[in-house]
């Protein structure tokens, strides 16, 4: 997850007076000229005099020129803005604000929006429009120093924190004006006016224009987390472009290509790495285990991959089949309405069969019913609307 910093973030070293005052900033550069600058830009003067009164602390961060194209919440609207970040270890002299911001959208004047932590440690977040401001902290302390998934929403009126994919904090009142500010700047790892610097990792920002349910919340935690995972790997194994993608719906898994690399994605984490045999890669197709990866220029042609086959493996996995699919059966019955054709199960539930009338359906896009699923639910759609008052019956087992 570490790579070279560009020309546009910043390192800026600090050091802190007496607890509870602002932090002061010695020297601030970009990547480009802070190489080698560090020791004389820090005097020997500054340091003894950081080291008396409080720690010094290097701190990365990196501000956005002002733009309309982070206005993603419009009036009303909704937003979500999270982090997967390390806060400090509170300790005597340390930094002091009423929002150290982890992000921080905001102008000299106008609306802005701010997440991170305070003095004590507790996650906290600021929404104002320009006329009022609400505010939500958490009661307790996330400055352990070990990794924590967090977020802040706002919807309606209410201002959220989450932790782990749950709900912490909250604060409703009457609904605010617009957030927008096509002025504001967007500063990551520190505030607006670059006097409140986060003293924490930040690994990974996410900014969104609506604001998940809790189901999916838990749902984007349990993804996410396995990227922080010791040894894990999360990015392409080269910078060049991506020139195809491909899903394989039988295996789970995700194959992205390079030129010069062929890479396959379980969820959010690069399982295996691939380069060609001769000359580049160009195109994929991986479907039910079987993957076909052309290639062009040195030698051009098609690698395929198949899975290992045997005839004992097929039989066990066949007979596993019909025993799973030999287990008692639950029915759920609806009565459709005029031009109903959704039919949405309980989550956990898959359907085995599907009847209308007394008649069995048949499945496919050019039969009777396909089936969908959102992560949580299955729906069964027909084709044609069974019409009113039609009993329908959806034989389903517990996955």
Known sequence: ?????????????????????????????????????????????????????????????????????????????????????????????????????????????????????????????????????????????????????????????????????????????????????????????????????????????????????????????????????????????AATAVIDLAYDEAQDKWVALQAGNESSFTGLIRTSTATPSAGSFSKVVASGGVKLSSRITTSPGVDVTIPAYGLREELVRRNEATAKASKTLTPFDFDAVAAQTDFVLQAGWTATEVLSAGASKREGATKDFTRLYDGFHETIRFAVAPGADVWVRINARKE
């Open 1 to 237: 997850m570490s790579r070279a910093l560009t020309g546009t973030e910043q390192i800026a070293v600090y050091w802190t007076g007496a607890f509870a005052t602002s932090p002061f900033l010695i020297t601030e550069a970009n990547s480009a000229s802070f190489v080698g600058a560090y020791g004389p830009a820090v005097t020997q003067a500054s340091v003894a005099q950081a080291v008396e009164t409080g720690p010094l602390y290097p701190v990365v961060y990196l501000q956005n020129g002002a733009a309309s194209d982070l206005d993603v919440y419009i009036a009303e609207g909704q937003v979500n803005w999270g982090t997967v970040l390390s806060p400090y270890k509170q300790t005597t002299g340390a930094i002091y604000n009423p929002v150290t911001p982890v992000v921080e959208r905001a102008a000299a004047t106008g609306p802005s929006i701010a997440f991170g932590v305070d003095g004590f440690g507790k996650l906290a977040a600021a929404v104002f429009d320009g006329t009022t401001t609400r505010t939500v902290t958490t009661t307790g302390a996330y400055n352990t120093g070990a990794w924590t998934k967090a977020s802040a929403h706002y919807n309606d009126g209410k201002l959220s924190i989450n932790v782990a994919g749950e709900e912490v904090a909250s604060v409703t009142g009457a609904p605010l004006l617009t957030l927008n500010n096509a002025n504001a700047t967007l500063t990551i790892g520190n505030s607006f006016a670059l006097d409140a610097p986060f003293p924490g990792s930040i690994a990974l920002l996410k900014i969104g224009a609506t604001v998940p349910t809790p189901e999916q919340s838990l749902w984007m935690y349990g993804q996410e987390k396995q990227m922080f995972h010791d040894g894990a790997q999360v990015t392409l194994p």
